[in-house]
């Protein structure tokens, strides 16, 4: 199985800066089946990034994914209100999903 | 526009079995992977399993012995069961697809329906 380990746990950012989101894997991943989401309470996860880069349908362009191998980063930049969340990254491999156990991020 | 619904009861007793359905409008339930995802409270989200619209199913290796998927595609729902509940089974469950990015990621979900373990 392979484990993705999400960093910081938390960060606290204000509006307007960027924010820099860690996702390392226990082993190499296929950038095909990497992919991001925005988890609001009471809401459904929202995909934001697939394929390590590639922005889903609605993502606004201040987010962004980048990576290969087992190190890929989700960069939100000129953070807003609205980008309070918890964010989790995903991977496909051998017939099998996993998520990293996320990481909050605060706008003060 | 597609739309998940997940539908089932919202209390089991322990020991016994949780049954859950999802029904999908505004597309075709075929070519595509239908998965179950669950989050318990205060922790992440796990990935349950999954059922390809001819029936085929993939279970995650923690739940393979307690878990059952179908499909009903003239009904368009998928139904997940499972058996032997414990409290740690209370949680949020998502029925899920990848239907926009061909498979690649979850990009349609339901808005998920909280299931309690309590007796």
């Known amino acids: 199985e392979i484990v993705l380990t999400q960093s910081p746990g938390t960060l606290s950012l204000s509006p307007g800066e960027r924010a820099t989101l860690s996702c390392r894997a226990s082993q190499s991943v296929s950038s095909t089946y990497l992919a991001w989401y925005q988890h609001k309470p009471g809401q459904a996860p929202r995909l934001l990034i697939y394929g390590a880069s590639n922005r889903a349908t609605g993502t606004p362009g201040r987010f962004s994914g980048s990576g290969s191998g087992t190190d890929f980063t989700l960069t939100l930049s000129r953070l807003e209100p609205e980008d309070s969340a918890v964010y989790y990254c995903?991977?496909?491999?051998?017939?099998?999903?996993?998520f990293g156990q996320g990481t909050k991020l605060e706008i003060k | 526009q597609v739309q998940l619904q997940e539908s089932g009861p919202g209390l089991v007793k322990p020991s016994e079995t949780l049954s859950l359905t999802c029904t999908v409008s505004g597309a075709s339930i075929s070519s595509y992977y239908w998965h179950w995802i669950r989050q318990p409270p205060g922790k992440g989200l796990e990935w349950i399993g999954n059922i390809y619209y001819i029936g085929s199913t993939t279970y995650n290796p923690s739940l393979t012995s307690r878990v059952t998927m179908a499909v009903d595609t003239s009904m368009k729902q998928i139904s997940l069961k499972l058996n032997s509940v414990t409290a740690e089974d209370t949680a949020v469950y998502y029925c899920a697809s990848g239907i926009l990015t061909g498979n690649l990621a979850f990009d349609v979900w339901g808005q998920g329906t909280m299931v309690t373990v309590s007796s």
């Open positions: 995903q991977q496909y491999d051998s017939s099998r999903y996993t």
